[in-house]
């Protein structure tokens, strides 16, 4: 092989490399072509599942949302789910005491607080709290107190429990017919129940 014929060679080497050089390249492309599709397929196919366990669980939410939708409303109708309904309270005392032909109430309402037994109670996701309500009745006799508590819880004001009364005799003399004889001092915690609040760690 002699100079002329290197020359005439020198062109096809030329495209030979630039084939190879390009093939190459090419190889490489497809390569990380292929990684990146089979990485995005591996996303999309994540993705796909995330969505379907978010639409299973809001199927789950909405069925258990339509379960005990009825229920909860009642809660909500009786003071006991949502926000205080103190005039309800105060209603409800109201009423009572004309029922039960009482000689009035007298009554204080202490700030909201914690409800100090819940953890007793286990009540999951929801935050309990209580008003301390002190009230003063005056009575025939021993039975109008329960009578009244009774009537009061009756009137679907909200929940409460008693937590003491404290009776004493109120002296009257016996001279005037239909006038108390006894006196009650009682307090009373309505109660009532919340979500707790987003980003809020139950204590």
């Given at each position: 092989m002699n100079a002329s014929d290197l020359r005439a060679l020198k062109a096809p080497l030329i495209t030979l490399m630039l084939v190879i050089?390009?093939?190459a390249w090419l190889v490489y492309y497809a390569d990380v072509t292929l990684k990146e599709a089979q990485l995005a397929s591996v996303q999309q196919q994540k993705q796909l599942r995330d969505a379907r366990i978010r639409l299973q669980k809001s199927g789950d939410e909405k069925d258990i949302i339509v379960r005990y939708l009825g229920r909860y409303q009642y809660l909500q109708r009786l003071g006991f789910a949502g926000d205080e309904q103190r005039i309800n309270w105060l209603d409800g005392l109201r009423v009572a005491n004309q029922q039960t032909r009482l000689f009035g109430v007298d009554y204080q309402i202490g700030?909201?607080?914690?409800?100090?037994?819940?953890?007793?109670l286990d009540p999951g996701q929801l935050a309990l709290y209580?008003?301390?309500?002190?009230?003063?009745?005056?009575?025939?006799?021993?039975?109008?107190?329960?009578?009244?508590?009774?009537?009061?819880?009756?009137?679907g004001a909200g929940v409460f429990s008693v937590?003491?009364?404290?009776?004493?005799?109120?002296?009257?003399?016996?001279?005037?017919?239909?006038?108390?004889?006894?006196?009650?001092?009682?307090?009373?915690?309505w109660i009532t129940v919340r979500p707790v609040p987003s980003g809020e760690k139950k204590s």
């Open positions: 050089v390009i093939g700030a909201q607080q914690p409800y100090p037994y819940a953890s007793e209580q008003s301390v309500m002190k009230i003063n009745v005056r009575l025939l006799h021993e039975g109008d107190l329960m009578r009244f508590l009774g009537t009061l819880a009756n009137q937590n003491e009364c404290v009776m004493q005799r109120i002296g009257t003399g016996g001279s005037i017919r239909f006038q108390p004889n006894l006196r009650a001092d009682c307090e009373l915690a």
